[in-house]
C-alpha cells in the first residue's frame, strides 16, 4: 500500500471520535505506514446542535500533545508520529485560532471549512429551502476569504468537502461549473507555498469522488501546485489510509510523483 503516511486522523480527542490514540498507532503500523499524523479537531464557536454537548469541538491541547508525545517515545523504532491539529476556519475567529496555532509545538495544520454562516452541512436541515449550487458556490468564496485572514496553515482541508453532504451532489458539482472560484483558492494556496490535503474518505466510505475532486487536483498541479498530503481523515481504525491504493493511482494521473509530510511545519517530499 502506497504511500506510506496518513496525514489526517483523528482521534478520541476530536468531539466526533471515541477511538483511542494507540488503535490507530496499532492500525497504522499494521497496514505497514511509516509515518502518521493526528490532525484532532479545534472548532471554536461550534453552533448548538442537541447531539453533541457544547463546546464538544474545543481541543484540550494540552492533554493530546502528552498522550502524542507518549506514544510518540512508545512507538518510535515502530513508525513517525506528528503533532497536527485541524483547525475550523470562521472569519470572525481567524485571530484566535492564529494565536492557537502560534502557542503550541505542531509538525503539521490543516485548515479547513466545517460550517457556513455558522451552521454544520452535515446537519440535513442546513439544505432546507436553499439551492446547493448556490450554496456551493458561496462555499468556495467563504474558503478564500477564510484564507485571506487566517494564513499560518500547511495544507487546505478537503477542499470540496460540502460535496460531501449535498444532496444529489455530483449533478450539482464539477470543476468547471466553479472554476473561477476553486482556481482563485488554488493560486492563492500555491502564491503561499501551502498544500492540499488529498482526502480519501469519500472514496473509502461511499465511492465517490475524494476531497478535492480530481479534476481540481490536476488543475492545482497545472497551476503549479507542488505540495499534497494524503489523509484518510479517519475517525475509526476502520478508515486509515482508506483507499489509498486508489488515491496513489489518482495522484499520479494527475501529474503528481511527490507527495508531502511534514516536521516542525515544514515539508518533506517523498516519491509516489
Ligand atoms: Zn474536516
Ligand atoms: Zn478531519
Known amino acids: 500500500m502506497f504511500p506510506k503516511s496518513d496525514y489526517h486522523l483523528h482521534t478520541h480527542n476530536s468531539g466526533d471520535s471515541t ?18 499524523c493526528f490532525t484532532d479537531h479545534l472548532d471554536l464557536d461550534y453552533p448548538h446542535y442537541d447531539d453533541l454537548p457544547d463546546g464538544a469541538f474545543d481541543l ?13 517515545d512508545k512507538y518510535k523504532d515502530k513508525i513517525n508520529i506528528g503533532f497536527g491539529v485541524e483547525v475550523g476556519m470562521q472569519t470572525h475567529i481567524a485571530k484566535e485560532n492564529a494565536a492557537f496555532v502560534k ?21 440535513p436541515d442546513f439544505w432546507e429551502g436553499i439551492s446547493p449550487s448556490e450554496v456551493l458556490r458561496d462555499y468556495f468564496r467563504l474558503t ?9 496553515y500547511d495544507v487546505l482541508g478537503h477542499l470540496d468537502y460540502l460535496v460531501r453532504y449535498a444532496p444529489d451532489c455530483f449533478d450539482a458539482y464539477s470543476y468547471s461549473k466553479y472554476s473561477d472560484e476553486i482556481d482563485a483558492i488554488l493560486l492563492h494556496v500555491i502564491k503561499n507555498d501551502k498544500g492540499l490535503d488529498f482526502n ?22 497545472e497551476l503549479g501546485g507542488k ?11 476502520a478508515g486509515v489510509a482508506g483507499a489509498f491504493d486508489q488515491m496513489r493511482d489518482i495522484a499520479i494521473s494527475c501529474g503528481f510523483n511527490e507527495y508531502c509530510t511534514f516536521k516542525n511545519r515544514t515539508p518533506i517530499f517523498h516519491k509516489l
Open 200 to 221: 480519501s474518505k469519500p472514496l473509502f466510505k461511499n465511492n465517490t469522488a475524494p476531497n478535492p475532486h480530481p479534476d481540481v487536483l490536476r488543475r492545482y498541479k
Open 103 to 123: 502557542s503550541h509545538p505542531f509538525d503539521f495544520v490543516i485548515a479547513s471549512i466545517h460550517l457556513i454562516n455558522r451552521k454544520d452541512p452535515y446537519y
Open 144 to 152: 478564500l476569504d477564510n484564507l485571506l485572514v487566517f494564513e499560518d
Open 227 to 237: 505540495i499534497i498530503t494524503f489523509g484518510s481523515d479517519a475517525h475509526k481504525t
Open 60 to 72: 484540550d491541547v494540552e492533554a493530546y500533545h502528552k498522550e502524542l508525545s507518549f506514544y510518540r
Open 19 to 36: 477511538v483511542p490514540m494507540e488503535d490507530m498507532i496499532e492500525t497504522a503500523i499494521s497496514l505497514g505506514l511509516t509515518d502518521i
